[in-house]
């Protein structure tokens, strides 16, 4: 999907439901996506609000009030992104925040780090991708393919279990079909973006 049709298709989403946190947040991310961080800005502030836990919003808020040379707001908004981020054992945008802070030169808040041994791993545990913590594996894999396999070696149950949830979210909020390849993209993206596969 090209930027302008994706900005086009949020925007009728958010104006049809004001409500939807993952619009709001997708038609940012596809703003800035664009180049235009002035107007990502109303649509991510609107997503966090919203959704006080959505932790990628907050980067992303961040992000487009550097872009507009807004540095005191983008440490603010860093500080309370990363406190979200570190509670809800999201990773990925942690240590995004945690990067952009440092390149602010403004504080780091201390990190909590567990350390998988060998004696861990030979035990069949994993660290997980997505909240860092140390975990068993999955009893199974997910599901079949090389991203079933990426899961099954590298992210907790817990963690997956929390993205059911929120890949429900995702289909029903951005209204995807997923018989339609476009729609399955974009639903693995998510998937990707939130357990940290990257
Ligand atoms: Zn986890």
Known sequence: MQETDKIER??????ADPQNDLAFFSLGKALLDAGQPREALPALMQAVSLNKG???????LAKSQIAVGDRDSAIDTLTRGYKVAEERGDMLPRNEMADLLKQLGAVVPAATQETLTPELSAAGNIQCRRCGRIAAKMKERPF????????YASVCNACFQLWI??????????????????????????????LGLG
């Open 10 to 15: 949020f925007r009728n989403m958010v104006l």
């Open 54 to 60: 959505l932790s990628p919003a907050y980067a992303l």
């Open 144 to 151: 079949s393919g090389a991203l079933g396999e990426q899961i």
């Open 165 to 194: 949830r929120q890949g429900t979210k995702v289909i029903n909020e951005l209204r995807l079909n997923l018989t339609e390849p476009a729609a399955q993209d974009v639903y693995d993206q998510h998937m990707k973006d939130f």
